[in-house]
């Protein structure tokens, strides 16, 4: 039996490595990530902001100010997106207790382990726990400083997407292993970096992806940085930490 794999390719602009070494600034645009896919996340400029890209919006969350879209000529030193493909990604219904048991049921639905997936869950949740960075400022700061600062938030009783992907162990520190995921309400008004789930119940949409294409940076700042994987083993506690644990 042969697993259906969407033909669309993860396209991701900078990797994650540079983020942990404080390499912030890029040449990638809004108008760049629009073209290259209509799901997916990212980050803004210096890490001052939560991005996600859903049906072709392309919309931020920042510490001080409501979400709102991006301009196409705003700068994202991370992102990562695809072309969700409706007739490979079968809506399944799908009832957690908690982020724990979202996962187990996202891997227990992958098609291969060494396949990145798109990951889309549409629904309602008692609770989520989203997190947004402070707002930038140069210098810019590597990313477990910013984070030290993030600003976190518990959503009652809301309703909306979560929108990311499950990225295989080979790939950790060019991209996350595991699942990441970003958020945005229905309404718009609220979303982020998702930290924890409470109940929830929803449709859970997957799509395998057939490659990936990385888009390296051209700005100075990474052309004179040379990244390593140092500190790849930070990476999974770094982007599921919290305040609060």
């Known amino acids: 039996m042969v697993t259906p794999v969407s033909a669309s390719t993860l396209v991701q ?30 980050c803004g400029e210096g890490l001052g902001s939560e991005v996600v890209v859903l049906d072709g919006r392309v919309v931020e969350f920042t510490a001080d100010a409501a979400p709102a879209p991006m301009r196409d000529d705003e700068i994202v030193p991370f992102a990562e997106v695809c072309r969700f493909d409706p007739a490979v990604a079968t809506a399944e219904p799908v009832t957690v207790g908690g982020l724990s048991e979202l996962r187990q049921a996202i891997e227990s ?38 984070l030290h600062d993030q600003i976190e938030t518990v959503l009652p009783e809301v309703r909306g997407t979560l929108i990311g992907f499950w990225g295989p162990s080979l790939y950790q520190g060019i991209s996350v292993e595991g699942l990441h995921l970003h958020f945005l309400a229905d309404d718009e008004l ?33 052309l004179a940085s040379e990244l390593t994987h140092e500190q790849d083993t930070r990476l999974g506690s770094l982007e599921n930490a919290s305040q609060n644990d």
Do not use: K
């Open 190 to 222: 609220s979303g982020g970096h998702v930290l924890d789930v409470a109940d929830a119940w929803g449709e859970l949409r997957m799509t395998p992806l057939a490659g990936i294409d990385v888009r390296l940076p051209v700005d100075d700042g990474f």
């Open 109 to 146: 639905r992958l098609a291969s382990r060494n396949l990145f997936h798109g990951i889309r869950v549409h629904g309602d949740f008692s609770a989520l726990r989203v997190r947004v960075p402070p707002s930038a400022a140069r210098p810019f700061r590597p990313l477990a400083e910013v």
């Open 13 to 42: 602009f900078g990797v994650v490595d540079a983020l942990l070494a404080g390499v912030c600034e890029s040449s990638t645009t809004v108008a760049d990530v629009r073209r290259a896919g209509d799901f997916g996340l990212g």
